[in-house]
């Protein structure tokens, strides 16, 4: 079964940046649409940002995180990752990846995901 990890959260100051990646030994990372998710506390789970496994890598970001947010792939390292600028406090949460061996645009919906990872912290604050 794909195992999936994340790294690469942690603390920083508003305005700071992270590089949240996403990774799976054993199995190829580019057959899948991966799915950036996040849950604050006391909120329900959102998608951040997706991309596809077409030779474009198609990807959609919530409007919460365009502009600061970019999802890629590396698969020479068999890795996606997220890298995260501008950071701001209500980008608070725990951070998952997730994947799906589907054709097709990602999607932005944690249902359509059939495998999750443990999540990483991030926090935000001053």
């Known amino acids: 079964q794909l195992q999936l990890v994340e790294s690469g959260g942690g603390s920083v100051q508003p305005g700071g940046s992270l590089r949240l990646s996403c990774t799976a030994s054993?199995?190829?990372?580019?057959?899948?649409?991966i799915g950036w998710f996040r849950q604050a506390p006391g909120k329900e789970r959102e998608g951040v940002s997706c991309?596809?496994?077409?030779?474009?890598?198609?990807?959609w970001s919530a409007d919460s995180v365009k502009g600061r947010f970019t999802i890629s792939r590396d698969n020479s390292e068999n890795t996606v990752s997220l890298l995260m600028n501008n950071l701001k406090p209500e980008d608070t949460a725990i951070y998952y990846c997730?994947?799906?061996?589907?054709?097709?645009?990602?999607?932005?919906?944690?249902?359509?995901?059939?495998?999750w990872g443990q999540g990483t912290q991030v926090t935000v604050s001053s």
């Open positions: 997730a994947a799906v061996s589907t054709l097709g645009p990602c999607d932005r919906q944690d249902i359509e995901y059939d495998y």
């Open positions: 054993g199995w190829t990372l580019y057959l899948y649409n």
């Open positions: 991309i596809d496994i077409s030779s474009d890598d198609h990807t």
